[in-house]
């Protein structure tokens, strides 16, 4: 195969360096509609778009929204991140219908896991979206995670495995590309790579027995896309992020575990990524490892830049071609595995609008109590730990559900003595997420059980191991959404 060099003409079999520099990235951008550089790019050869909450008002914009962009090629691929549970784009605004990965998980039914991931590829191929980036398939054995958590099916790397194959085929059965992540594994981790280079200090061995089994499942299932993480895994990865890592991609990945199909980076913005050298030489860096499609991620959407960080990344990997760097064949490689994830979604066999009662159905499912609900609910105290960037500002909580109750927000220790000043002795719920990676949250509990007689933890983000003390129930919801949020008010407010 011949190198093409920078000034290589367009031809109907043939685009130029440029075309194929541009057919690998995969950025955001911000508002409703596309901007007249997103639709102008898209015909120059860009890859796609990957839409997130900010670019979402209801299910008719989003279809006008891929509708544009699709006019401007028709094999464009339209990505979003909806995975249900806490992590979800089509429903930022009020939050997802649909119990996420622990709930399922911990129902440990993976015909109604394919039947969920069916109606939410159903919802997003109906729409016009091609490319799902989901199923998260990390083994969540780090209770102090703070990234994935909710995200995950569990700590147990075969009961993930399974349920990792029947969220890809139920994804692709609705008619849209899956994306198995975050590859080799980002459950063993106590950082956000968002943030931070997280470290898995695990050994060869150990990566077989826990992180990969959910990889070879997903790859088994006929996944056509698995995303990289921003971790180092220094068994596998040395120094690098397995972003950057041809060992990881191209050695365990593409030769050991056999994947064919696209290589998607994490997004390219993140601290785990490029931190230290910029989102173009980033791009760069994770061509050369193996990836095939750059995410740029979903803060670059928001900047006023956008447009020129895209432009230098594709400038980027073209001086890449012509010193060397990268050949061209790896890039041809790329543009034509990509080249899968931009099909219009075929017509599905899962009916939208079905999800809403499936999704409450399964999340009742999911619900564990320890203890004994009070009669009735006098006030709720809502804790507020930050949400991960991945999951954002969505609306979470019982408050919407519990009517007529007085509901108390609290950031902090600094209101303990008037919250308990105003309970007044009325039957207590706290809500929560993570309860036991925050220690004003902790603090918080174990100061009103003390004060107070009756008073409920309701987790809503991953129940660790942690128990406050003198509470007279623990329930376990298993995540934040509004599937979650709805079963469990049926528990403590039951009509």
Not at 3 to 24: D, V, W
Not at 247 to 269: H, M, N, P, Q, T
Not at 282 to 293: E, I, K, P, T, Y
Not at 298 to 314: D, F, H, M, R, W
Request: proline share 6%; with cysteine; aromatic share 4%.
């Amino acid at each position: 195969m011949r190198r093409l060099g920078p000034g290589t003409g367009m031809s109907a079999r043939r685009p130029t360096l440029r075309g194929l520099a541009l057919r690998t990235i995969l950025p955001g951008f911000g508002g409703l509609t596309p901007p007249p550089w997103a639709l102008r790019l898209v015909q120059e050869g860009l890859g796609g778009f990957a839409l997130f909450g900010y670019n979402i008002a209801d299910t008719e914009q989003v279809a006008r929204l891929t509708a544009a962009l699709r006019s401007a090629r028709s094999d464009v691929i339209i990505a979003i991140d909806e995975e249900g549970g806490d992590v979800t784009r089509l429903c930022y605004a009020n939050g997802s219908p649909y119990p996420g990965n622990a709930a399922l998980g911990a129902v440990d039914d993976v015909d109604l896991t394919r039947q969920i991931y069916g109606a939410i590829g159903a919802e997003v191929a109906a729409v016009g979206v091609t490319l799902d980036m989901a199923p998260a398939v990390d083994v969540n054995s780090v209770d102090e995670n703070p990234t994935i958590g909710t995200r995950s099916f569990g700590a147990d790397p075969q009961r993930v495995a399974a349920h990792a194959a029947a969220a890809v085929t139920g994804l692709q059965e609705a008619g849209v590309a899956a994306c198995a992540k975050h590859f080799p594994g980002h459950g063993a981790t106590e950082m956000d790579s968002h943030l931070d280079l997280p470290v898995v200090d695990a050994t060869e061995e150990l990566l077989w027995q826990r992180e990969l089994p959910p990889f070879q499942a997903a790859i088994a299932a006929g996944v056509k896309s698995i995303m990289t993480a921003h971790i180092r895994v220094p068994v596998l990865t040395g120094h690098l992020p397995a972003t950057f890592s041809p060992e990881a991609l191209i050695g365990l990945l593409r030769k050991e575990l056999g994947f064919g199909g696209a290589i998607v980076s994490d997004g390219l913005e993140m601290q785990g990524a490029s931190g230290q050298i910029g989102i173009p030489e980033a791009a760069v860096q994770a061509l050369v490892a193996g990836n095939d499609l750059l995410c740029l991620g979903g803060e670059l959407g928001k900047q006023p830049n956008a447009e020129a960080i895209v432009e230098a990344t594709a400038s980027a990997i073209v001086e890449a071609v012509r010193t060397g760097r990268l050949t061209a064949e790896r890039l041809e490689e790329a543009a034509a595995r990509n080249a899968f994830l931009g099909s219009p979604p075929r017509e599905s066999f899962v009916s939208v609008g079905v999800g809403a009662q499936l999704g409450l159905d399964a999340a009742r499912r999911a619900v564990r109590v320890e203890g004994t609900l009070p009669s009735s609910v006098g006030v709720l105290v809502q804790l507020d730990p930050p949400a991960s960037i991945a999951v954002g500002e969505v609306p979470w909580g019982l408050g919407p559900y519990l009517s007529g109750v007085e509901e108390l927000r609290v950031t902090d220790t600094s209101t303990l003595e008037s919250i308990t000043a105003r309970i007044d002795g009325q039957p207590v719920v706290v809500v929560s997420r993570d309860t036991h990676r925050h220690a004003w949250a902790r603090s918080i509990v174990e100061g009103l059980s003390a004060r107070h007689p009756a008073v409920v933890l309701v987790e809503m983000g991953w129940p660790a191991s942690w128990r406050p003390a003198g509470t007279v129930a623990y329930v376990a919801s298993y995540g934040a959404s509004r599937a979650n949020a709805q079963a469990v008010a049926e528990l403590l407010n039951p009509q």
